[in-house]
């Protein structure tokens, strides 16, 4: 059996020693002065990375089925996205055969470059074979499993990814154990430096469990409206199309392990005052308002139109919108309640963002009818979803004198390579006064068919500013922490770390929080 690791207590000294050790780190790195109120936010983040963390938290014995989707030996989900600290989440599982399971917490971050930390330890818990379920209308798979346990997240539980690792526990000396996870995220309502969104309606809209059902797979075609999908229902094997990441050992995380991760390892090992949120905790600005800057991150490609209202809200009222992503808000996603009446568990594409821009209307002639037609996402990010959309390239640098290359001795026309893919922006909104674009080159479509793309920079109405990075991959330059394999598309790569972007995004951050 795997061993179990230590939950240590963190005592007072070593919170404030954890937060002045931020703080002396943050100002030799050269970093703008911090208010008090700001460092007391950022120790929060310092405290908790500060305490131990654990060598064991990865899946290491995985098992999927002869079609690669789910892992029926092990596998779960929870009942909610997202939750607060003091509130309760339902764990469901299924075990064939049944089988008694741990079931180990774990938060991810830095804690010293191991990537995460365990919590707490459920179990041995009974968890019998619970039922695939019939297909509903639009081949909507929704589980109605009975909770193996149920977790009431304790008050000191720090904002962040959490996953669960379940491990079946042996019935004989001769029987191997199995493992996947489920995930959820603990949400507050604090002020913050930076809110972290994760891009869990597109790990959902991607989840093709339990045997190839997602939006993109019903039999009138990959980009219909004619799909719905649940969160009700286990992530099977990383979500998204297979080539892309075909990584086994992420069963049950979504995509968070591989597309959204790395960021947020890079701005916990650097003490950055940040709490996270799903997408569907932005249905309104409210939390946002309270943050300094929101994060879009990696592939949020599927968003509720509340969602983009809240963040023009926020853009409006002096929140800095960072778009470190690509492919995102391209499709109007509303949500709705699942069969026992909790909220926000049911999703399908409801029809393209963009206008009255030309790709839009395509979309709607070529794919409909829509339901639902969003406004003109550049108006929002800067640039747009743009078709072809997918490709990889070199990110390639066009205004070298702007504030967001400082220090990174980057020249004009000098590439990074390979950090464009497999999904972009491109059709900068230059009609936004004071937009530039700061990177623009090619993509490559299948590996030989030339597309544009562009990254944008904008000011907002009350010193802020809107960033769009771009490209699904600029997360896989920040880092590459534990449990992370680089991805992969169209005869392209990303490099992983690269420290031009690590300063980029330092320049980001120190003009949104300066």
């Known amino acids: 059996m795997p061993p179990t690791d230590p939950a240590p207590s963190l005592t007072r000294r070593d919170f404030l020693h954890a937060g002045g050790a931020a703080a002396r780190a943050a100002t030799a790195a050269g970093a703008p002065v911090l208010s008090a109120a700001s460092a007391a936010r950022r120790s929060v983040i310092a405290a908790e990375n500060a305490r131990e963390g654990s060598r064991d938290w990865q899946l290491t014995r995985v098992r999927v089925d002869r079609d690669g989707f789910r892992s029926p030996w092990i596998e779960g989900y929870c009942s909610k996205q997202s939750v607060r600290a003091g509130e309760s989440i339902d764990i469901m599982a299924s075990a064939n055969p049944a089988r008694r399971i741990r079931l180990e917490i774990f938060r991810t971050g830095y804690y010293g470059g191991r990537g995460a930390r365990k919590m707490t330890e459920l179990g041995p818990l009974n968890v019998p074979t619970q039922a695939t379920p019939t297909p509903g209308e639009k081949n909507l798979h929704e589980c109605r499993w009975t909770p193996v346990t149920s977790l009431k997240i304790p008050a000191d539980w720090v904002s962040g990814v959490y996953l669960g690792r379940m491990t079946t526990i042996p019935e004989s000396a001769d029987e191997a154990y199995w493992q996947s996870y489920v995930v959820f995220i603990v949400r507050d309502e604090r ?10 309606n597109t790990w959902q809209a991607y989840n093709r469990w339990p ?13 219909g409206p004619w799909a719905d999908v649940s969160f009700d229902r ?9 080539g892309i990441v075909n990584d086994p050992l992420t069963v049950g995380s979504g995509e968070w392990l591989c597309f959204e991760f790395p960021l947020a390892y890079w701005l916990e090992q650097h003490g950055y005052d940040v709490t996270y949120c799903s997408n569907s905790d932005m249905l309104t600005p409210d939390h946002g308002l309270k943050c300094r800057s929101f994060l879009s991150v990696g592939h949020d490609e599927y968003w509720d139109i509340r969602q983009f209202r809240s963040a023009e809200k926020m853009r409006d009222a002096g929140v800095n919108l960072m778009f470190l992503c690509g492919n995102s808000v391209c499709w109007v996603t509303p949500f ?8 926000n568990r049911i999703i399908f594409r409801g029809g393209p963002y963009g206008g009255d821009q030309s790709y839009a209307q395509d979309r709607q002639k070529n794919n409909g009818p829509f339901p639902h037609h969003g406004p003109d996402e550049g108006l929002l990010m800067g640039a747009r979803n743009i ?3 997918n490709g990889g390239g070199d990110w390639t640098c066009v205004k070298p004198e702007h504030w967001l290359f400082a220090g990174t001795g980057m020249k004009k026309g000098e590439h990074i390579p390979g950090l464009i893919g497999w999904e972009y922006h491109g059709k900068p909104a230059t009609e936004i006064p004071g937009l530039e674009v700061v990177a623009e080159g090619t993509a490559w479509v299948s590996g030989v068919r030339p597309q544009q793309w562009a990254a944008t920079l904008y000011p907002g109405p009350k010193k802020n500013f809107v960033f769009n990075a771009a490209t699904i991959w600029w997360p896989q330059a920040m880092a590459t922490p534990p449990g992370h394999v680089l991805p992969w598309s169209h005869w392209s790569r990303p490099h992983g770390p690269d420290d031009r972007v690590q300063r980029m995004m330092r320049n980001l951050l120190d003009r949104a929080l300066g």
């Open 191 to 200: 002020p913050a430096d930076i809110l972290f969104q994760c891009s869990d």
């Open 211 to 223: 045997n190839n059902f997602s939006v993109y797979t019903h039999p009138k075609g990959n980009q």
């Open 234 to 242: 286990p992530y099977g094997r990383e979500a998204q199309w297979q």
């Open 336 to 343: 709705r309640a699942g069969f026992d009446g909790r909220p």
């Open 387 to 389: 078709s072809p959309i």
